[in-house]
């Protein structure tokens, strides 16, 4: 019974791993995301400037 009960919990551990590693990797993306737009509101920005 105790051998089940770890094999039950480690694979629960595993599994909860393999989510956040997902997470981890899905933040990362939105971050170059944000940055991108970051960049090209700032590029808009000064366009705008340079032409008022």
Not at 12 to 36: M, R, Y
Request: net charge negative; proline share 0%.
């Amino acid at each position: 019974m105790r051998r089940m009960i770890d094999y039950l919990l480690n694979n629960e551990w595993q599994h909860l791993i393999e989510i956040q590693t997902i997470q981890l990797s899905l933040l990362e993306e939105l971050q170059k995301q944000v940055d991108a737009l970051e960049l090209v509101v700032r590029e808009k920005s000064i366009t705008k400037r340079e032409r008022d």
